[in-house]
């Protein structure tokens, strides 16, 4: 028998947690027997949801009194304490009885504790808030996405190296193609920073990844690479503007398919390939934020996510852990 | 008779033109007999696609030569001349002969030219390049979208003025809401620029604006603001992404509502809906961006839009004119 791999769960994080939290894993246990779990949180509402669902030997329940919540600020909730289910959680990986840690709760207080216990890889200045954006060929890697409002050369060269290392971890071992979001194409357009680090990237000669040049807003989404750099002032604002983008749209296209008798028949009869559309475009599929830089992987789920996609970022856990992404940012690292 | 307004239009700038540029003018003159057009460009081709359609009192046609191509750089195109159907448009406005000047042309081409030709407006540093953007409830205007990579607080105050004007002569009389947009709402989020702005816009107490805080994103299309105020690198690449992000989705429900017999048959069934959809997102709805800032109206109509997005731009201008806008921004600055 293979060792089993061991999440670290926050399992207090979120809307309707702990209840979809352990749904998830529920889900995810199915097929996915190689994974031990030690969950952190309120012992009673745990073994009330969990209702004997998982083999014993798959799972341990750390109760914990305190939690972080969504209203505190990031600095909040780690003065919180160290007894809270989200700081536990982070020491089991820092103590090396954990691979991975897990929280769909308080993104910025996730940040600080665990920059406060866990060691950054040596020679990356910042840990980077990494994510995963569905693209015509499947998905990119972006970067940053919020963790570093300002953002150095070095910074932007590290996510670089780091964003290529998750891609290979997450999906191919093919060198993935990295561009650096910009407003325009030309070598010399955008601030001294951005073409600073074009230049850069440009000289770096390894096998690590592939540098594409600048890449515009508009094309993140065409798949012509995998791994797209930014600062995470920009990084947040683009991706949430997907966002709003993406659910403007998909309720005008509700509204279209139900607003008269014509168009309930023929949602109807497309039923099966409106279906296949949202769920082609279900961001359940890409949640689970990364954060890459400190020396244990650190997991973010969506904290307004249900539990298939908590399921799915358990899904990200493992391909983590099996893509070896912690020792492929340390070969990365120049 | 009220006094024409008169429109000075390169006719050479963007894809398919000039015969978009003159179809264009057709379709807008058919009910807007009270604008006259100096319309700058190579004669023989202008009048070949105009055959006649329009009252010979309504236009004359400015025979150029030379003219700036997209290829060339934002410089460049200054370079080539005083020749130019680009610059012989803007120095008509410059000389009091136009009311205010449109193309389809070079962005960059287009910046540049003005500026060197036109005054800015006392009090303001820099033009903005605003946009529209469609919401929930009706239209944002958006600033700046890429004219300036760095802004200063100074700048940023500037185009929340500048801006609220512009919603003004285009919409409604009605104090319009202004947002700055971030990383997140909270007032400590953001960098030091973006933080220092929201202060001295928030003590800024007039009629012209009500500061709404920040907004995020995602919120964009809510509605729930006019304008929305950020540096020009944030917005082209906000506006970019949600550009994708459409275009994405637009092209997955295509193939979606064609991918086999019984989504066609429902499409035909849903065909006056989806038409509705399709046309109430319609790009061509909210094309011309405006250059804000000079003592003269700028307009850019979109390089690929056709002659229907063009004439929509033209709607735009007449707005500005009647809207008076260079006269409220003059009465908003403080």
Redo the contacts between chains.
């Keep these: 028998m293979t060792k089993k791999i061991t999440f670290a769960v926050d399992a207090m994080g979120g809307e309707d947690s702990p209840k979809k939290i352990v749904d998830g894993i529920k889900l995810f246990n199915k097929n996915n027997k190689d994974v031990y779990f030690k969950i952190f949180g309120n012992k009673n509402s745990i073994e009330k949801h969990l209702n004997n669902f998982i083999d014993k030997n798959s799972f341990e329940i750390i109760n914990t009194e305190n939690q972080v919540v969504d209203t505190d600020?990031a600095l909040g909730g780690a003065k919180k304490g160290k007894d809270t289910s989200m700081w536990l959680a982070i020491e089991s990986v820092k103590n090396k009885e954990s691979d991975i840690v897990i929280s769909a709760g308080n993104t910025g207080a996730l940040f600080v504790i665990s920059k406060l216990n866990l060691k950054m890889i040596e020679n990356i200045d910042k840990p980077a808030l990494s994510g995963l954006w569905p693209?015509?060929n499947g998905m990119n890697v972006v970067l940053d996405l919020?963790a570093n409002?300002?953002c150095s050369e070095k910074n932007l060269i590290d996510f670089a190296l780091m964003g290529s290392s998750l891609f290979k971890s997450l999906f191919s071992n093919e060198t993935p193609k990295v561009a650096l979001?910009?407003?325009g194409s030309e070598e010399?357009k955008?601030?001294d920073k951005i073409k600073n680090t074009y230049k850069k990237l440009s000289e770096i000669r390894n096998n690590n990844f592939e540098f594409k040049g600048y890449i515009?807003?508009?094309?993140?989404?065409?798949g012509d690479v995998n791994v797209i750099v930014?600062d995470?002032?920009?990084g947040?604002?683009?991706?949430?503007?997907?966002?709003?983008?993406?659910?403007?749209?998909?309720k005008?296209?509700k509204n279209?398919?139900s607003?008269?008798i014509?168009?309930k028949?023929?949602?109807?009869?497309?039923f099966?390939?409106?279906k296949?559309?949202k769920n082609?475009?279900d961001p359940r599929l890409y949640n689970g934020a990364i954060f890459i830089g400190l020396d244990s992987p650190v997991v973010k789920s969506h904290g307004s996510t249900d539990y298939i996609g908590f399921s799915n970022s358990l899904n990200v856990c493992k391909k983590i852990i099996k893509g070896d992404l912690i020792n492929k940012i340390k070969e990365n690292i120049i």
Tied chains: 1, 2.
């Design positions: 600020s693209n015509k919020g409002i300002d979001l910009n407003v010399i955008g601030n515009e807003g508009n094309k993140i989404m065409d930014t995470g002032f920009t947040n604002i683009a991706l949430k503007t997907a966002e709003g983008t993406a659910n403007f749209l998909i005008e296209l279209t398919l607003n008269n014509f168009a028949i023929s949602s109807a009869i497309n099966s390939n409106l296949k559309f082609k475009l």
